[in-house]
């Protein structure tokens, strides 16, 4: 899925994050001076972006647009702390068959307009999803053949090859009722099975929530109220002021001054996401050198932008120290299934860097663009430093877009050279290869965002075996083996780790999870 102050698009692309190195975050608090007797069911959250439409008429997968839907709807199963896979619409699951993944479902659940949930229903959302190539969550279902339903509680989901990761997948896929959108195919109102209803959603003010009073769990958070405030400073002092009451970003600069906030908590948390550079690949015909030879096709010249970085400047001088982010080497994070710890990051080496320039051909340089996010204040000042690094070797001009712009520049595949942030949401590297790394292919489904067009026949046979091979084993070190190769290519530059930073108030408990997603039905009242 893309955290938007954060970040926004189709798929876990995200611009910029702000990140204890444990998944359930360490709390800093101050102590609460005010006396917590009063009875509390309602709470207003903070988040950084709007929703960009509702399942199933999704615009985006982006973060807060799916955090926003999967509070109205379930899916068959959810990750917990550790991306382990565990139960929700479906109790339990099995495989009669390397093709056939069987699930048996909870009989108690009713979608919010009182129709009752049946297999009819995952039916028809999975071939909804699939019936529409441009659902921007049908990706995460380009291996299942078909849905066969057993019976009411009962359903089959049975794969073309072998798929190892799709309950990884299915974690993203909201159910909807059959019923209710054959009734209602005009009226976007979502109808799910979640533990909320939508109530309102003013788009740049707020989105407005209810319990559901017939979900299967109890729910201490009655009302709930995602109040949008798309600026840093401006959600620091609402989070100070008391204005919202928990914010799973914030900017590490505002730390220290939420730390001693009486009554606030704030803690940091690691999450799995990579902030990136990477490149137009090709060699003629590319978007920065049309007509002419395109230099970063060539991985000398890649390899030298890659030692010109100096990471430690990057994290001390911008993000406010390792406390807050560490460097990356690769595409995933050590949480992540898939990641090669031999693989080390390329010193900066200012004079390795030139010597390279030279032996590629580009001793005086060259002049290229660097598109960056206008509305991330941090890469922002990334693209600057950046930009003050690479002068030694190339001259950049930076490109600061608004974020449509930003991103349907960078969709149109006509960036030379970008940042940007991809965050693991199925827990495992096999979604790099597929939507990365391998050669872009619409028809099979695969390098979706490879946005310019990374090339490599090893990698792409690697990436079709690991979408199918069950073995765990065996397909970590396809995997490792994978990224080697491809970080040997410099198809990214890895830049840093980010660790989000987050503020929940002293009567709220709450901890962050492994997405960057609130579920409200695990917030609770001390």
Not at 307 to 312: E, K, L, Q, Y
Request: with cysteine.
């Amino acid at each position: 899925m893309s955290q938007i102050n954060l970040y926004k698009t189709p798929s876990m692309l995200i611009l910029v994050i702000l990140i204890c190195s444990g998944l359930t975050g360490c709390i800093d608090q101050v102590e609460n001076v005010n006396a917590n007797t009063q009875v509390r069911d309602s709470i207003i959250i903070g988040i950084g972006e709007n929703v960009y439409g509702f399942y199933p008429w999704l615009e985006s997968y982006d973060v807060t647009t799916m955090m926003i839907n999967m509070n109205i709807f379930n899916s068959l199963v959810e990750f917990d702390q550790i991306f382990r896979t565990k139960p929700k619409l479906a109790t339990s699951w099995n495989n009669p068959n390397n093709l056939t993944w069987r699930f048996y479902l909870r009989k108690d659940v009713k979608f919010h307009n009182g129709y009752n949930f049946t297999s009819e229903d995952v039916k028809y959302s999975i071939d909804l999803i699939k019936g529409n190539e441009r659902h921007v969550l049908r990706d995460l279902l380009l291996s299942v053949k078909e849905v066969k339903i057993v019976n009411n509680y009962t359903v089959d989901i049975i794969t073309e090859k072998p798929s190892p990761i799709l309950l990884n997948k299915l974690v993203d896929i909201p159910i909807a009722s059959k019923k209710y959108l054959e009734e209602n195919n005009s009226e976007k109102k979502p109808i799910g099975t979640g533990p909320y209803k939508l109530i309102e959603y003013v788009p740049d003010k707020y989105v407005k929530l209810e319990s559901f009073n017939d979900y299967w769990e109890d729910l201490e958070v009655k009302n709930v109220t995602f109040k949008i405030i798309k600026d840093n400073e401006e959600m620091k002092n609402a989070t100070v002021s008391g204005e919202v009451e928990i914010v799973s970003h914030i900017s590490p600069r505002y730390y220290d001054e939420i730390k001693n906030t009486s009554g606030l908590q704030v803690g940091r948390c690691y999450q799995p996401t990579v902030i990136f550079l990477s490149f137009d690949f090709r060699e003629y015909d590319s978007a920065g050198f049309p007509g002419e030879k395109n230099p970063l096709s060539d991985v000398r010249v890649r390899k030298a932008i890659y030692h010109s970085i100096n990471i430690s400047q990057i994290i001390n001088d911008v993000l406010n120290g390792s406390n807050f982010a560490e460097p990356s080497s690769q595409f995933v994070t050590p949480l992540i299934f898939g990641y090669n710890p031999n693989i080390e990051r390329l010193p900066y080496d200012l004079e390795k860097a030139k010597d390279l320039m030279i032996e590629a051909g580009y001793e005086d340089g060259f002049e290229i663009e660097l598109d960056c996010h206008e509305e991330a204040d941090n890469l922002k000042l990334i693209c600057k430093l950046i930009q003050s690094q690479l002068s030694g070797i190339i001259d950049i001009k930076l490109n600061f877009l608004p974020t449509d712009e930003y991103y349907m520049k960078l969709f149109s595949r006509n960036c030379s050279f970008y940042s940007l942030g991809w965050l693991a949401a199925t827990g495992d590297g096999g979604e790099i290869f597929d939507y990365m790394l391998r050669t872009v292919d619409h028809e099979a489904g695969v390098g979706t965002y490879n946005l310019g067009y990374y090339s490599n026949s090893e990698v792409d046979r690697i990436g079709e075996n690991v979408s199918h091979i069950l073995y765990p084993a065996d397909r970590l070190k396809l995997m490792q083996d994978g990224f080697r190769i491809a970080m040997e290519d410099v198809a990214w530059i890895p830049l840093y780790i980010p660790k989000c930073v987050y503020s929940i108030t002293n009567y709220i408990a709450w901890e962050p999870g492994p997405s960057l997603m609130i579920a409200v039905e695990d917030i609770e009242f001390k």
